[in-house]
């Protein structure tokens, strides 16, 4: 009979045999403490009844399951006053009485159940040497007490989704402990409210750029000051950006595509104006011209015979990007179209008249113009790339040399980093970016001064910030500053 210290066990019991089994280990143990306390009158008693056995798992050994067999005794209650006569041995720190297995077993289940999931636990489980099933990994975390209801003072408030896109719900966190204190089953600013009138010790709600919860913290804790969170502010300021930088990439785009097609774009048509619609709306109409300006010199490029990686580089995509373009045959819509492009229906004239031997794009927008059409030169033009022949000689442009710099989101992520974190190809980038257009670097300047407020808490530059971006005439930054303004105490409070 041994103690060893690789497996602890309480005092009074011994290791009698240790046997080494298919499974792992089953491990012997003999209760020998002379003496146990009744549970119900506490008397010690010495006076042994009878053997039994008990199976428990253990927690394993070096990677092997441990099974014990551990023989625990009964004994006589000697106190005459006890209604008790015969009790059971117990163990309170390291089995329950009638558990199948060790409290620190059990622990050790929870522990995985907390740090993983009910399937992703066993699998874990398993790899450790634990034996169990998803239920029960469940049913381990479900069991823990729940935390007292502390009083919340620093509340987060966000949605989330139940499933991506279709039904939302809200997802509160205490700001202190960072952890989730209640979710509720949906976004409405009314549930919301009615969940923070019961915490009536809430100084300060941290939130989104929403409406819903402005209006619920304003319902249901109007002693809180309300702060914009840093997170949203910077993603809205993001989008933003990235629209702008569509804007820009895509007329680079289409000018390198017009070096290379070597055309003459109808002067008229070259300014349009840009055109105002909701923030979002505006934001995914942006990305759809960048990729379509892309997509039409991926289709330039092709013309010239040089190769898909060779595209690839030049045009700033990935390689599978362009051969799924060039397989496509037309331009494929990122979503299922909402609005269909103008020029759809004057395809079929459009192709008939190429067929026939009009090669002159300008001649034939003008055409589809006498016709009725209202879209864009662009997109006739894109249209019409495809039908070009092939193998066409390669013209030796500057700007075939030059690859593309990166698309506008890569880009919009690029202009808020700080520069001194930036490696040498990316500040290269940024510096080129920049000399895109004049605009594309006052928004460069406008942003970093926006992103360091952000991390230096200096709010009280806020009001110097918005005046610098109402007025410079940038209809992206100017949006974003109109939506600061209208929410600029929350803000304020969010960057300070
Ligand atoms: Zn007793």
């Known amino acids: 009979m041994e103690r060893t210290p690789l497996l602890p066990l309480p005092e009074g019991m011994l290791i009698d045999e240790i046997q080494i089994t298919e499974n792992g280990l089953v491990i012997a143990v003999i209760a020998t403490h002379p003496t146990s306390c009744c549970p119900l009158c506490s008397d010690l008693s010495s006076s042994i009844q009878s053997h039994y056995r008990r199976v428990l798992r253990d927690v394993p050994c070096a990677g092997r399951q441990v099974q014990l067999f551990l023989t625990v005794r009964k004994f006589y209650c000697r106190n005459p006053l006890c209604p008790r006569k015969i009790f059971t041995e117990r163990l309170p720190s390291f089995v329950e009485p009638w558990a199948r297995m060790t409290i620190r077993y059990c622990q050790q289940i929870t522990s995985i159940g907390l740090a993983t999931c009910g399937k992703g636990g066993v699998r874990l489980a398993t790899r450790l040497g634990i034996q ?38 809200t997802v509160l966190v205490n700001l202190e402990s960072r952890r989730v204190v209640d979710l509720l089953s949906d976004r409405e600013a009314e549930t919301s409210a009615a969940w923070m009138r019961q915490h009536p010790d809430l100084m300060a709600v941290s939130r989104d750029r929403g409406g819903e919860y402005a209006s619920a913290a304003r319902e249901g804790a109007p002693q809180a000051i309300q702060c914009a969170d840093r997170f949203h502010l910077l993603k809205n300021l993001r989008e933003a950006l990235e629209g702008l930088l569509a804007r820009h990439l ?138 070009l022949p092939t193998g066409r000689k390669n013209p030796a442009h500057s700007s075939l040399k030059a690859p593309a710099l990166a698309t506008s989101r890569q880009a919009s992520f690029l202009f808020l980093r700080r520069p001194e974190k930036l490696r040498v190809e990316e500040q290269d980038t940024l510096a080129k970016l920049r000399q895109l257009h004049p605009e594309v670097d006052l ?47 929350a803000v304020r409070n969010g960057l300070t």
């Not at 007025?471 to 105490?489: H, M, N, T």
């Open 132 to 169: 169990t099933t998803r239920q029960t990994i469940l049913r381990r975390v479900m069991d823990l007490p729940d935390a007292l209801p502390a009083s919340i003072v620093y509340l987060g408030v966000d949605d989330f989704s139940f499933r991506r896109g279709c039904r939302f719900g």
């Open 250 to 387: 895509s007329t680079q785009c289409k000018r390198q595509t017009q070096v290379i097609l070597e055309e003459e774009v109808p002067t008229w048509q070259s300014e349009r104006a840009v055109r105002i619609s909701p923030n979002l709306e505006r934001l995914q109409q942006s990305r759809r011209e960048e990729r379509l300006a892309r997509y039409a010199q991926v289709i330039a490029l092709r013309k010239l015979d040089l190769s898909q990686a060779a595209i690839a580089r030049q045009v700033g995509i990935g390689a599978s990007t362009v051969q799924s373009w060039l397989a496509a045959g037309t331009f494929p819509e990122r979503k299922p179209r909402e609005q269909a492009s103008h020029v759809d229906r004057y395809l079929p004239y459009l192709f008939k008249r190429w067929e026939d031997g009009c090669h002159n794009i300008a001649c034939l927008f003008r055409e589809l113009v006498e016709q009725g059409y209202q879209g864009s030169y662009e997109s006739v033009r894109d249209n019409l790339v495809r039908l």
């Open 443 to 489: 928004a460069y300047d406008l942003v970093q001064q926006f992103a360091q407020m952000l991390r230096t808490r200096t709010g009280e530059h806020l009001d110097a910030w918005l005046t610098q971006a109402a007025s410079s005439k940038l209809p992206e930054l100017q949006s974003f500053a109109v939506g600061v303004e209208r929410d600029k105490d």
